[in-house]
């Protein structure tokens, strides 16, 4: 039987030499990485037929003497082979993949036409079909060569259904893997891009120095006009941040609007102080006598007695709610008051009685104002936002504004989960430093660089963010205004 071994530094030149030593008809045995490169084992379909005339005859003699039978191969023995051949396909480039898809398909197609006769009648007792060496029977590989004119004819066992349903994992593995180099190629080509463009580049800088996430900061530069020089396109880029992030601007503000608001948030984001506040400009807007405070802080040391303090010195009393009923009471107490505040306790976004705090606040009337720390992680601020979400438009307030060393990330979280502002904190005066949620003057306050920091990337360093697989996940909601 003429075999041979060809060994090359990649699959396609191995596969160049036995095609060129067995031409058209060449049938791939073998094909595994090795310490020099690629081996591939091949041989003739001639070789085969030669080999099925050579049998005959002993397979005739072996039929008057008595012969163990042969076990077939086990299901486990050929899905781990297919698992192996897959493993193998793993290296090859994008067009062998396409060769290999369509023999997976083809293959797929004969196992459901075997498995729909199995279905049907037995038919007419045909002639004993002549014997084929076992080894050619229990064979289950994926053939590695290019498509040969003729197919060739090999029996499938018995397991060929089952086999059928690992291909299917194959080939979904296979279009798993061509669209993630896709999205690689893609990537590496707007980065070759950027890199031609010095504009583009330097912004791209900019934005992630300012804390913008990587996914943010490509959907905004790739709609960025190429013919803009640097002064216009620091201008451009700020206007679509303005023009995205959505504020309470053109409509009333929280203590002139009024209506039942409950905080929420994370532990230590500043609910209390930022309730204190509210309650304060509408005390001094309204009189203290169209506020009402409620706190549902049972855990926290402490929490009651500093609400109680800070409405004793602006002249409202806070009432204590132990659970729902205790709260709709105190809603009807204080149903005509123009603001009722809640103060809720601060609860970390796993924490299992997160859901019990959100059951309690699940009335009618009560509107969640979701309190972000401005200077929070953004891994962290979009857990929050994803933790204490709701049903309907979600309002938040940026809290500690003071505090803050870079506003990119309470802003990003902001614009990709479209959250409307309705205000700012900027201390612990109360009520004075609050402000409303003005778009241009966050927006030009992210901009601004503090000075050098260990934590700023480089030019070199950008490849590293946007090479990286992207998720759908952290792409911005609805349609972006350019």
């Known amino acids: 039987m003429n075999i041979q071994r060809f ?94 898809r369509e023999r997976m398909l083809r293959r797929r197609h004969e196992a459901a036409q075997g498995s729909t006769q199995e279905a049907l009648p037995a038919p007419a007792p045909m002639p004993p079909e002549r014997p084929r060496p076992p080894a050619l029977t229990q064979r289950i590989a994926v053939d590695v060569a290019p498509p040969a004119p003729k197919p060739v004819a090999v029996r499938k066992p018995q397991t060929l259904p089952a086999t059928a349903a690992v291909n299917k994992g194959v080939m979904d593995e296979l279009h798993a893997m061509k669209e993630l180099i896709e999205d690689r190629f893609n990537t590496l080509t707007w980065l070759g891009q950027a890199r031609q463009n010095p504009i583009q580049s330097n912004m791209m800088l900019k934005m992630i120095r300012a804390g913008y996430s990587p996914t943010l900061s490509r959907a905004i530069l790739e709609r960025m006009p190429e013919d803009m020089d640097a002064p216009e396109s620091v201008r451009w880029v700020m206007d679509v941040l303005e023009r995205n992030l959505r504020t309470d601007a053109g409509t009333p503000a929280l203590h002139e609007e009024g209506g039942v608001f409950a905080l929420i948030g994370a532990t230590g984001v500043g609910k209390t102080t930022t309730a204190a506040k509210l309650a304060g400009l509408c005390a001094r807007t309204h009189g203290p006598g169209s506020v009402g405070l409620i706190t549902l802080d049972t855990y926290r040391v402490g929490a009651h007695e500093q609400l109680r303090a800070y409405g004793k010195m602006l002249g409202v009393v806070a009432h204590l709610a132990h659970d729902k009923a205790a709260l709709q009471d105190l809603l009807g107490l204080l149903s005509n008051k123009k603001m009722v505040l809640i103060d809720t306790t601060g609860i970390a976004p796993r924490d299992p009685r997160k859901r019990e705090l959100m059951e309690l606040l699940d009335l009618p009337v009560i509107k969640r104002l979701l309190v972000l720390n401005a200077g929070g992680h953004g891994d962290t601020l979009d857990e929050a936002v994803n933790c204490f979400k709701t049903n309907t438009s979600q309002q938040a307030i940026f809290s500690k504004i003071d505090e803050a060393v870079k506003l990119g990330p309470a802003i990003d979280a902001a614009i990709r989960h479209q959250l409307q502002l309705r205000g700012i904190t900027t201390g612990q005066r109360v009520p004075e430093d609050w402000e409303p949620a003005v778009a241009a003057k966050l927006v030009r306050m992210s901009m601004r660089t503090a000075g050098i920091s260990a934590y700023d990337p480089k030019v070199s360093d950008l490849g590293f963010f946007f090479s990286q697989p992207t998720s759908t996940q952290g792409a911005p909601k609805g349609r972006m205004d350019a």
């Not at 591939?40 to 037929?49: C, K, P």
């Open 7 to 100: 060994t090359a530094a990649t699959s396609r030149e191995a596969l160049a030499k036995a095609r060129l030593a067995f031409g058209e008809g060449t049938l791939i045995l073998s094909n595994r990485p090795t310490e020099h490169g690629v081996e591939v084992v091949a041989t003739a379909e001639d070789t085969l037929a030669s080999l099925d005339r050579a049998v005959t005859p002993a397979a005739s003699k072996a039929q008057t003497a008595p012969r163990r039978p042969t076990a077939p191969g086990s299901y486990q023995e050929v899905a781990s082979k297919v698992e192996e051949d897959a493993e193998q396909l793993a290296m090859s480039t994008l067009s062998f993949q396409d060769y290999v």
